[in-house]
């Protein structure tokens, strides 16, 4: 980018030397704002020999014709060039935008046309303890290209394509696949209401909306951003999203239903419709609120809430259930310095769960929910205070249970009753690429869990 501004400068700088612009209009222009003054204030003086050129002889004006046409053809090309050298940006800033990841985000700040990005994650694990049936594994987890494109300032599109497990599966979804996670046109209307309609992220939690590796700790996600809010979630939607003011932000979808007859005793996860076929007999509806304090910086409060019949109008041991679904969210993150900490609670509920349970021969909580908090400090500004480097260490607790409640009938499962003790390092040699280490201590209430060691890298562009 650095190099196409250069050219631009020195082309626009010998049209100048060819026009023979005064030496004061070529002196450092910094800003493509400058160079656009410079040209204009040439184009003021062809204007002016044009126009004093109208009255003198034919004779004595023909030379100077030619010599300002070929001026002018100039002038035009290196205009041409500068407008579209406009459209790509100089340097990237990674920042995020409406709750996306800062990759995801490229697009907002296009000045219009496209805008490509990426995030891809890659792991070794060691189970330690030799428990259960987990065997160690090297793993390239998933590969993202993100593409947006800005028709206008009011209209944009923003996906994100993503090859997980470095195949397309041969035929098992659990080895590998190719999935849409977003897609979506964004319409800005008014910074206190935009409308977003596509294949959305559904925003609740943490993790679910922005899951690029270098923004959380450890090569894992947390499982209660797995299990209770089950990422990546993304329906079919549509809906509202802006500032109701500098500080308070919002973001409300009516998307298709979840579909019951995925629901497991794992919880609700594999009913995500994903916008393949999804079921849409019934509906769902999320909202989501995060509050910023200017007196507080880097603190975020917030909650998100989901509701929605799952039934989908199918048939359940002989019945047809609304399967009313629920699921509930709040979480305070605050940044300061080095310091890095985040909480999260989540609680979900599904009716109908004795009906469930009886029609696929496994207990579906009637109730489920999880729990986690995490804590890490970037130690090396106490080393070098310059460094652009960055190092923390963390820890993360989590306790989760997705049958908190067993229908009336139906026997619990204390398998699905854990706690999780991790600790791990962050590292990161530049903000794009991150290398981790982390150590996981998993504890059922019953039943075989293997502790786990997990070496891995991510990285964004």
Same mark, same amino acid.
């Not at 800005?150 to 999935?179: C, Q, W, Y």
């Given at each position: 980018?650095?190099?196409?501004?250069?050219?631009?400068?020195?082309?626009?700088?010998?049209?100048?030397?060819?026009?023979?612009?005064?030496?004061?209009?070529?002196?450092?222009?910094?800003?493509?704002?400058?160079?656009?003054?410079?040209?204009?204030?040439?184009?003021?003086?062809?204007?002016?020999?044009?126009?004093?050129?109208?009255?003198?002889?034919?004779?004595?004006?023909?030379?100077?014709?030619?010599?300002?046409?070929?001026?002018?053809?100039?002038?035009?090309?290196?205009?041409?060039?500068?407008?579209?050298?406009?459209?790509?940006?100089?340097?990237?800033?990674?920042?995020?935008?409406?709750?996306?990841?800062?990759?995801?985000?490229?697009?907002?700040?296009?000045?219009?046309?496209?805008?490509?990005?990426?995030?891809?994650?890659?792991? #070794?694990?060691?189970?330690?303890?030799?428990?259960?049936?987990?065997?160690?594994?090297?793993?390239?987890?998933?590969?993202?290209?993100?593409?947006?494109?800005? !028709?206008?300032?009011?209209?944009?599109?923003?996906?994100?394509?993503?090859?997980?497990?470095?195949?397309?599966?041969?035929?098992?979804?659990?080895?590998?696949?190719?999935?849409?996670?977003?897609?979506?046109?964004?319409?800005?209307?008014?910074?206190?209401?935009?409308?977003?309609?596509?294949?959305?992220?559904?925003?609740?939690?943490?993790?679910?909306?922005?899951?690029?590796?270098?923004?959380?700790?450890?090569?894992?996600?947390?499982?209660?951003?797995?299990?209770?809010?089950?990422?990546?979630?993304?329906?079919?939607?549509?809906?509202?999203?802006?500032?109701?003011?500098?500080?308070?932000?919002?973001?409300?979808?009516?998307?298709?239903?979840?579909?019951?007859?995925?629901?497991?005793?794992?919880?609700?996860?594999?009913?995500?419709?994903?916008?393949?076929?999804?079921?849409?007999?019934?509906?769902?509806?999320?909202?989501?609120?995060?509050?910023?304090?200017?007196?507080?910086?880097?603190?975020?409060?917030?909650?998100?809430?989901?509701?929605?019949?799952?039934?989908?109008?199918?048939?359940?041991?002989?019945?047809?259930?609304?399967?009313?679904?629920?699921? #509930?969210?709040?979480?305070?993150?605050?940044?300061?310095?080095?310091?890095?900490?985040?909480?999260?609670?989540?609680?979900?509920?599904?009716?109908?769960?004795?009906?469930?349970?009886?029609?696929?021969?496994?207990?579906?909580?009637?109730?489920?929910?999880?729990?986690?908090?995490?804590?890490?400090?970037?130690?090396?500004?106490?080393?070098?205070?310059?460094?652009?480097?960055?190092?923390?260490?963390? !820890?993360?607790?989590?306790?989760?249970?997705?049958?908190?409640?067993?229908?009336?009938?139906?026997?619990?499962?204390?398998?699905?009753?854990?706690?999780?003790?991790?600790?791990?390092?962050? #590292?990161?040699?530049?903000?794009?690429?991150?290398?981790?280490?982390?150590?996981?201590?998993?504890?059922?209430?019953?039943?075989?869990?293997?502790?786990?060691?997990?070496?891995?890298?991510? !990285?964004?562009?």
């Amino acid at each position: 980018m650095k190099k196409n501004k250069y050219l631009l400068k020195g082309g626009i700088l010998t049209a100048l030397v060819t026009l023979n612009a005064p030496v004061n209009a070529l002196e450092k222009p910094q800003t493509m704002e400058d160079m656009w003054k410079i040209i204009q204030a040439q184009q003021k003086q062809i204007d002016e020999m044009k126009s004093s050129m109208a009255a003198a002889p034919v004779k004595a004006a023909n030379g100077d014709v030619k010599n300002l046409e070929r001026k002018t053809d100039v002038l035009s090309q290196e205009v041409e060039k500068l407008r579209t050298n406009l459209t790509i940006p100089d340097e990237v800033q990674y920042k995020s935008a409406y709750g996306l990841g800062p990759a995801a985000s490229k697009v907002y700040q296009v000045g219009k046309g496209l805008s490509i990005g990426g995030y891809g994650e890659a792991n #070794y694990q060691a189970n330690v303890g030799e428990k259960g049936t987990n065997t160690d594994n090297a793993d390239l987890e998933r590969l993202v290209l993100y593409t947006g494109y800005k !028709f206008s300032d009011r209209i944009l599109f923003n996906s994100e394509l993503e090859f997980e497990h470095a195949t397309t599966g041969e035929g098992a979804e659990e080895k590998g696949e190719v999935s849409v996670e977003f897609a979506a046109l964004d319409f800005f209307i008014n910074p206190l209401a935009n409308v977003r309609a596509g294949l959305v992220l559904m925003p609740m939690g943490f993790i679910n909306q922005m899951h690029e590796p270098p923004f959380f700790f450890g090569n894992n996600r947390p499982v209660v951003e797995r299990l209770i809010i089950p990422t990546t979630w993304r329906e079919m939607g549509v809906g509202l999203f802006g500032q109701i003011t500098p500080e308070l932000t919002y973001t409300t979808y009516v998307v298709n239903g979840l579909n019951a007859d995925e629901f497991t005793s794992d919880g609700i996860r594999e009913g995500r419709g994903g916008g393949s076929n999804a079921k849409a007999e019934n509906f769902g509806y999320v909202a989501r609120m995060d509050y910023t304090p200017s007196a507080l910086p880097g603190v975020t409060v917030g909650g998100s809430a989901y509701v929605g019949n799952s039934g989908q109008n199918q048939t359940f041991d002989g019945q047809h259930p609304d399967v009313f679904t629920q699921l #509930y969210e709040a979480h305070v993150q605050w940044k300061y310095r080095g310091l890095e900490f985040r909480t999260l609670g989540s609680w979900g509920h599904i009716n109908n769960a004795d009906i469930l349970s009886a029609a696929k021969g496994e207990t579906i909580g009637t109730e489920n929910y999880g729990f986690y908090t995490e804590l890490g400090y970037d130690v090396l500004p106490l080393l070098w205070k310059d460094t652009t480097q960055y190092l923390a260490p963390f !820890f993360r607790y989590e306790t989760l249970d997705t049958i908190a409640k067993a229908p009336t009938g139906f026997a619990d499962d204390p398998t699905k009753d854990m706690s999780i003790y991790q600790v791990g390092l962050n #590292y990161k040699p530049i903000p794009n690429v991150v290398i981790k280490a982390d150590y996981r201590n998993r504890v059922a209430k019953q039943g075989p869990l293997s502790d786990d060691f997990n070496l891995g890298f991510g !990285f964004i562009f």
